[in-house]
């Protein structure tokens, strides 16, 4: 098992000094021609993932699992039209922002350049095989996959588009590897190879990520839960405050960015309105104290809920007194990933979006617009919730790194 | 014990969430408060330095280690003007170099702001403790400082300063905090308090930083050894190669990027002249075989030295072939910190500069310029040897993290 894995991490460091500096050009061929082979390989994959799917039936799992892992035309079409705007994309490898030279004559950048083998474990959608390949590939780093297990012959059979399309553009194959064998052991034993590895990215549910992150060896970017709060200030207009509340929780609940907990202002004058609006919606609404003098069949919320991500139609409701009480809550209660004040006072506007220790801060907009789409990058490799080398929505550059380099003739100190 | 640390962490915790928006302007005034507290209270803190340097004494310890510990009135005038110089450096705090108008609308920005609570652990040197305290507060972080245990009484007198400068500038004292207790299970239970504190940067040997890694649940950003190379190529300049050598060998070999190996193509053709450079310089030279013919009573070098730090007049050198087999040699042995080549030709030096995966690669300079000073950096607060975040010298940005803030009006997806 560690051989195997070792083999694999070892192809791909090697493979790693040769392709780190191939041209944009170079890449983005390779990209098309895997987006065109993944079209040419549709059948195939259709019938691989006819295979997962026919075993997946037997385990009675839900049915919203099984979603997740079926592919049709449509699907597949998608994958090859993602890859394609992925090679559309500005190339970060070899942009910067720092020049100078310094008064001994030394000539100074820091440029971006590939982070190097990335390893990407992840569940059940067979897309996000396509998706890490072409991500990874275009920033210049080596990529080993790990999807779930339930997935496995989708995956192989999209790895072989993935081939072609490498081959064709003449990059070796070992530029994105899978790891075919399914024991969990080898996951593990791939944890531990710092220094073959350089980075980790799991996406998938809360178990998976905590799983990886512990015991990681290897430095670890994760997309963690996402406890959003929505605060209806005093000031709030009523009409942005109710479709900003219904959008946030309703549009899709089963999201990272979605909200989980609403915050009003005690001098918000239509707070029964917004509560209702939400009952509209099929809205399960967990409520304070405050909240619960006019719906008194509402379920009381405890400590608990405060820390909840439901993921559901389900939403949690407090009354505070002040401004400062609303951020308190969300700073203490809350994932840091995505918050939203809804306020006409420019005061209360921008003490919240300073003071609000999150990734993403909003006025007067949803929670759900967090996604590497709607902000303009692009791409988008995951939504990271810790604070060191990426923030918030990722995109391509998230997975460089930078280098220092230094033109001298013959300085010496 | 616990409760001691927890109590720290948390008071450290609120006054980030009271200082975290400090202006500039502010945290200016109270760098300069400290400087001239730090002045005002020189002959306390003298007094406190001698009684850590009257217990030290009875330890046998190095004399090495004694001066490290030791203060007099220039390292404390040292330490007042290195505060000043970090009041005179650009914020980096609230800058940023992304904003974009979404097509719906949405104003989108990406902003510079402080990480939170970072904790400093490092070891005999008591002007650390004055500087962490200033690039945390310029960076609008809070810090919880931890130095060694042989410096105690210095730190604590360091402290003094520190806190009367905070107060006559109208910062909390609880912005810099100290970890008086001795304990070690002071700082095991410090490395749990992740939620509470969101980095710590250990500053100091190989153990001290292995072993605050290997503990923390908190992100930890490493300053780790330097295994740094000089390759000499077939076409580089006599002059320029020795002076080159023998300053990143001989200058300072007691720091990380010193050189440790010596790589010379084949055809350079003043091989044995460097060579006796560096024996004329009392550096010991331990050689691979093909050296070793010319100076048959140089120690063969074994698989390990290539791997070896010296931090000592001893250098490894190796012949290669091949460019390619000095840059194969760097990327496996090395530790990926600083690398140099000395060569005349213009597809070399590019080659190694694009292929070396180091934080710092130079053509035609000595190793010795990485560091945040040379750089322009102004400050430093270590030198990275891993990917993520920051690679390479750390200025202020390092201790900076980003935050998006999305200006809507009403907008729902």
Known sequence: MREYVLQIARQARETFYQIGQASTEQKNLALLSMAKALRGHASKILQANQRDLTAFDTTGKSQALRDRLLLNENRIEGMAQAIEAIASLPDPVGSGNYITKRPNGLRIERVRVPIGVIAMIYEARPNVTADAAALCLKSGNVAILRGGREALHSNLAIMEAIHQGLQEAGFPLHTVQYLEKVEHEVVDEMLQLAGLIDLVIPRGGESLIRSVTEKSKIPVIKHDKGVCHVYVDASADKNKAEAIVINAKCQRPSVCNAAETLLIHKDYPYR?????????????????????????????????????????????????????????????????????????????????????????????????????????LGAEIGISTQKLHARGPMGLESLTTEKWIVYGDGHVR
Not at 281 to 301: C, M, S, T, W, Y
Not at 323 to 332: G, K, P, S
Not at 345 to 373: I, K, M, P, W
């Open 272 to 376: 029964q309105d917004l509560i209702q609006a939400l009952l509209d919606h099929n809205v399960k609404v967990i409520a304070d104290e405050e909240i619960r003098k006019d719906f008194p069949n509402l379920q009381a919320a405890t400590e608990d809920n405060w820390y909840t991500e439901y993921l559901d139609y389900i939403i949690s409701v407090r009354v505070v007194d002040t401004l400062a009480e609303a951020i308190r809550h969300i700073n203490t209660y809350g994932s840091h990933h995505s918050d939203a004040i809804v306020s006409e006072s420019y005061g209360a506007v921008q003490r919240f979006l300073t003071e609000v220790d999150s990734a993403a801060v909003y006025a007067n907009a949803s929670t759900r617009f967090t996604d590497g789409g709607e902000f303009g």
